[in-house]
């Protein structure tokens, strides 16, 4: 059966052909197959498939009209495919993928048998106890290179709780003089070496007692005391001989630094006593340090304080 669409024909492709004017196009409905008209003979143009209606000529795709979905054998493969981005559940995924949450990971699971090359290292339990044990942060010191006085500058001020088991310990430090100190200043001067730095918010009761001597009998050795700053209070009493059988007495506060009265020694050939009784109460940011210091009575006239000299002091 033949069907004619403008100047196309249609038919099967055991109709015969009609004759016709050259350049009309014959389709095979049954094969797809298209064949022109030329020169008098049918001859086989192409497969490409043309619209039910319109010109002559080959057809490209952009003339081809209508919906997908009327081309049903390319809509059925088309519809089977999945598009560029998509993504798959779990469910959808067969055969022996591993996804992060796969519930067949948490059944147990038996490695295949296989072998490592290399050399390793044997286990060693004391290897395996260091790494789980705690450590010191990577800055810190090795006992070996701590110095004492770094110790000595840590430990300062007074540990809170305490206790002293079965008592009898020294409440007292003592600092001596280890050498003797002259001077012939008229001016009070630091004896080196005797003197403490009172820590914070702290009590403290000092005790001296100086062996002194002289040049010239009628010249004393005048001690006397230097305050720290930041004290909350502080008082003391200086005495000093005058001869074999007197002494005299200076006291004072922490207002002003304390000097010892003038006064002559009985000798020069031996040492004289004198002594110091202080209460101070340092505050909250104390500085410098409580010292002892010396001055001639008569200036240019030596004075000595003699080493064993001493101050001791304890908190209460």
């Not at 020694?265 to 009784?277: I, K």
């Amino acid at each position: 059966m033949i069907n004619i669409y403008g100047q196309h024909f249609r038919g099967l492709s055991t109709d015969i052909k009609p004759e016709s004017v050259d350049n009309i196009l014959f389709i095979e409905e049954d094969t797809g197959d298209i064949f022109i008209r030329t020169l008098g003979s049918w001859v086989l143009y192409n497969t490409q498939f043309l619209p039910t209606s319109g010109g002559a000529g080959p057809v490209s795709w952009g003339d081809i009209t209508g919906t997908l979905v009327s081309q049903t054998d390319l809509n059925a493969a088309l519809t089977g495919k999945a598009p560029v981005t998509h993504a798959h559940a779990a469910a959808d995924v067969t055969g022996t993928a591993v996804l992060n949450n796969d519930a067949r990971l948490t059944d147990a699971r038996t490695p295949l048998s296989h072998t490592h090359t290399g050399v390793y290292e044997p286990a060693n339990a004391n290897i395996q106890s260091h790494v789980v044990s705690v450590h010191a942060p990577s800055n810190a010191q090795k006992n070996s290179d701590i110095l004492q006085s770094e110790i000595e500058a840590k430990l300062t001020g007074v540990i809170s709780t305490h206790s002293h088991a079965g008592g009898g310990s020294d409440p007292w430090t003592i600092v001596k003089l280890a050498s003797d100190f002259p001077t012939s200043s008229a001016t009070a001067v630091n004896v080196t070496g005797l003197a403490f730095t009172p820590a914070a918010n702290t009590v403290y009761e000092i005790t001296g007692l100086f062996l002194l001597r002289t040049a010239t009998a009628t010249v004393g050795p005048r001690p006397g005391i230097a305050w720290p700053t930041g004290m909350t209070d502080g008082t003391a009493r200086l005495k000093t001989p005058l001869s074999a059988t007197a002494f005299s007495t200076i006291h004072g506060n922490i207002s002003a630094a304390l000097l010892a009265a003038v006064g002559g020694l009985p000798t020069t050939t031996g040492s004289w006593p004198g002594s110091l009784e202080a209460l101070l109460v340092s505050g909250a940011a104390p500085s410098g340090t409580f010292r002892i210091q010396l001055a001639s009575e008569t200036a240019g006239t030596n004075v000595t304080m003699k080493a064993g000299s001493y101050i001791k002091y304890r908190i209460i």
